[in-house]
C-alpha cells in the first residue's frame, strides 16, 4: 500500500487528491479544492496578476503541509491553462518548488483532454460515442470518444473566466452579449461542429466543474435534492434548459444567495450556462450526464498505472 498525492492545478480552483493504492483498490483518504481564481485580472491580458499569484503560492503551502502529514510516497502536480499561458507562469512554478518542494508539469490542452477521459472513464463507461466536454476557467476541452478509446479531442480559449472577462458587464448579462459570445463561438468552435458530423455522438457528458451546480439546481428545483451524487448524475434535457435559461436571466445577487452555487462560480456560471446551451442547440445530443471524476481523478489513473 502507497499514498499517492495528485493536484490539478486549474484558473479557478486547485485541487489535491490524495489516495492510498493498492494492486486492487484505490481508496480516496483527501479530497481538498482551494478557489484561487488564478486568471482573475489578468486572464486576457496574459499575466497572473500579484494577487492572484500570492492566493496560488498560499494554497500551494497548505496542500503542501496536507502531503507531509499523510507520509506521500508519491506526488504528481500539473498546471493547465491559466499557467501554461501566462508569461509569468514559470515564476510561479519556481517559486512553488522553492517553498513547497512541489514540481509543477505544465500541460497542454491535448493532454489535459486525455487525461479528462481517463477520469470520466472511471465514473462513466461511454458505451456510444460521446462528447465530453469540461468547462475550465481559462480553456474547454471537448473530447469525442466511446468506451475504447479518444476518436477526436482538442482544447480551447473559450473558458469561463475569459469569456466573463471579454463580454460579460451588465447585470444581469445583457442579451447583446450573450449575442456576442455565441458569435464567437460560431468562430471558434466551427471544427467541433465539423468533428460532430463525422462521429456523430449521441451522449454529452460534461467533467464536473459546472455541470456539478447544474446538477445541483435541477435536483432542487424537481425536489429531489436530497439524492447524493457520488459518480455520475443523468439529466432531463428540458429540466437542464430551464435551468441554464434561469443562470443566464438570472442577477449576481441572486446566483450569490444560491446556496447551490459556490463562491468561485456565481459569476462565471452564467457563461458557462450560454456555452453548455449553445453546444445541446447546435449539436442536439440525445443524452446529457455529468460525470464527478475528471482531470485528477485521470491523473491518478496515469500516476499509478491504473
Request: net charge negative.
Amino acid at each position: 500500500m502507497e499514498k499517492v498525492a495528485v493536484l490539478d492545478l486549474g484558473t479557478n480552483t486547485f485541487h489535491l487528491l490524495i489516495a492510498e493504492v493498492s494492486a486492487s483498490s484505490i481508496k480516496k483518504v483527501v479530497a481538498e479544492q482551494r478557489h484561487v481564481k488564478l486568471g482573475e485580472g489578468g486572464i486576457n491580458q496574459g499575466e497572473i496578476a500579484p494577487t492572484a499569484f500570492q492566493r496560488g503560492l498560499e494554497a500551494l503551502l497548505s496542500f503542501g503541509k496536507l502531503i507531509e502529514e499523510h507520509d506521500v510516497n508519491k506526488v504528481k502536480a500539473v498546471g493547465t491553462s491559466a499557467l501554461r499561458s501566462a508569461g509569468n507562469g514559470l515564476s510561479f512554478v519556481e517559486q512553488v518548488k522553492r517553498f513547497t518542494g512541489i514540481e509543477i508539469e505544465l500541460i497542454d490542452g491535448e493532454k489535459e483532454a486525455e487525461l479528462i477521459y481517463k477520469g470520466v472513464r472511471m465514473a462513466i463507461n461511454p458505451e456510444v460515442s460521446s462528447l465530453i466536454m469540461d468547462i475550465g476557467g481559462g480553456s474547454v476541452e471537448f473530447i469525442l470518444c466511446d468506451a475504447k478509446e479518444i476518436l477526436w479531442k482538442k482544447s480551447y480559449p473559450v473558458g469561463a473566466a475569459r469569456l466573463m472577462d471579454r463580454f460579460h458587464k451588465s447585470d444581469p448579462i445583457a442579451s447583446t452579449e450573450a449575442e456576442s459570445i455565441r458569435n464567437h463561438l460560431d468562430e471558434v468552435l466551427s471544427d467541433l461542429k465539423q468533428q460532430a458530423l463525422t462521429y456523430k455522438p449521441e451522449l454529452l457528458i460534461g467533467s464536473a466543474g459546472a455541470f456539478e451546480s447544474f446538477a445541483a439546481l435541477v435536483l432542487n428545483k424537481s425536489g429531489r435534492e436530497q439524492q447524493v451524487i457520488t459518480q455520475s448524475f443523468e439529466f432531463d434535457r428540458q429540466e437542464l434548459l430551464l435551468v441554464l435559461e434561469e443562470l443566464i436571466s438570472s442577477t449576481h445577487q441572486q446566483r450569490a444567495d444560491n446556496t447551490l452555487i459556490i463562491p468561485v462560480r456565481v459569476d462565471m456560471i452564467v457563461v458557462a450556462a450560454i456555452l453548455t446551451r449553445y453546444i445541446l442547440g447546435e449539436l442536439n445530443l440525445p443524452g446529457i450526464r455529468m460525470s464527478a471524476f475528471s482531470l485528477k481523478e485521470g491523473l491518478l489513473a496515469e500516476t499509478i498505472g491504473f
